[in-house]
């Protein structure tokens, strides 16, 4: 039985249909992230309460976080092999077969922003995820005085930096556009060729992907605005 198995899950097919299912788990995340970041923009309560909410049943959070990292490191393992495998024989079927033939920079480039956007979940982790909420990293300036503004202080203080928000634009960017051909590629890996209907996935991808890196930007770009502004909404 294990053989089998073991065979299966050699082949070729198989892998991709693993890269695209753990893609789309990806996908699903990303997009539940972006709308909770965004509610930086309607300040403190807004942002906190919703990371109070998460963090309400411990259990079930680290069973998402659990899937996820098996997510996560499924998707580049048999990304990588499929990449490899492709390379050794000389044909590059991931772009052939995401479009006809028909190949672009975001295809050339998967495998590297891949790999980008996998040290950016690392970094962004211990960025927001791992750090105090409470911390002196938490504390701003308000109208009674210094205070701890949990997780929407960790993010201002955090995106003051511009070379940091430099960083995290560039590589939310390639969130992006990973994403953006990763939808592609789920459609074409199960096998979903329509001359009415390809065009228009692509396209529908392409915005997501744009709208993606947007939602995500918007967060250090609006701490930088209002720092010189208006100030921290507290």
């Given at each position: 039985m294990s053989a089998k198995f073991g065979t299966l899950l050699g082949t070729s097919v198989v892998k991709k249909q693993i890269v695209a299912l753990t893609g789309l788990i990806g996908v699903g995340f990303i997009i539940g992230h972006v709308a909770g970041n965004s509610l930086i923009l309607f300040g403190p309560e807004a942002i906190n309460g919703y990371s109070d909410m998460l963090h309400a049943v411990p259990e079930l959070l680290w069973?998402?976080?659990?899937?996820?990292?098996?997510?996560?490191?499924?998707?580049?393992?048999?990304?990588?092999?499929?990449?490899?495998?492709?390379?050794?024989?000389?044909?590059?079927?991931?772009?052939?077969?995401?479009?006809?033939?028909?190949?672009?920079?975001?295809?050339?480039?998967?495998?590297?922003?891949?790999?980008?956007?996998?040290?950016?979940?690392?970094?962004?982790?211990?960025?927001?995820?791992?750090?105090?909420?409470?911390?002196?990293?938490?504390?701003?300036?308000?109208?009674?005085?210094?205070?701890?503004?949990?997780?929407?202080?960790?993010?201002?203080?955090?995106?003051?930096?511009?070379p940091r928000s430099l960083f995290y634009i560039l590589a939310v960017c390639c969130v992006g556009l990973h994403l953006s051909h990763g939808i592609q590629s789920l459609f074409q890996t199960i096998g979903f060729f329509h001359d009415r209907y390809t065009e228009k996935i692509r396209l529908a991808s392409n915005v997501l992907g744009a709208l993606v890196a947007l939602g995500f930007s918007l967060v250090p770009i609006f701490v930088i605005l209002r720092h010189y502004t208006f100030g921290p909404d507290v």
């Amino acid at each position: 039985m294990s053989a089998k198995f073991g065979t299966l899950l050699g082949t070729s097919v198989v892998k991709k249909q693993i890269v695209a299912l753990t893609g789309l788990i990806g996908v699903g995340f990303i997009i539940g992230h972006v709308a909770g970041n965004s509610l930086i923009l309607f300040g403190p309560e807004a942002i906190n309460g919703y990371s109070d909410m998460l963090h309400a049943v411990p259990e079930l959070l680290w069973i998402a976080r659990l899937i996820l990292v098996a997510s996560l490191v499924l998707h580049v393992y048999f990304t990588i092999l499929v990449t490899l495998e492709n390379r050794a024989a000389r044909v590059d079927r991931y772009a052939l077969q995401a479009n006809h033939g028909e190949t672009n920079w975001a295809k050339k480039t998967m495998i590297y922003t891949g790999l980008l956007v996998f040290f950016f979940i690392l970094f962004h982790l211990t960025d927001f995820t791992f750090p105090d909420k409470t911390g002196p990293d938490t504390v701003l300036t308000g109208s009674e005085g210094e205070a701890s503004y949990g997780l929407y202080g960790l993010v201002w203080n955090s995106f003051l930096s511009v070379p940091r928000s430099l960083f995290y634009i560039l590589a939310v960017c390639c969130v992006g556009l990973h994403l953006s051909h990763g939808i592609q590629s789920l459609f074409q890996t199960i096998g979903f060729f329509h001359d009415r209907y390809t065009e228009k996935i692509r396209l529908a991808s392409n915005v997501l992907g744009a709208l993606v890196a947007l939602g995500f930007s918007l967060v250090p770009i609006f701490v930088i605005l209002r720092h010189y502004t208006f100030g921290p909404d507290v």
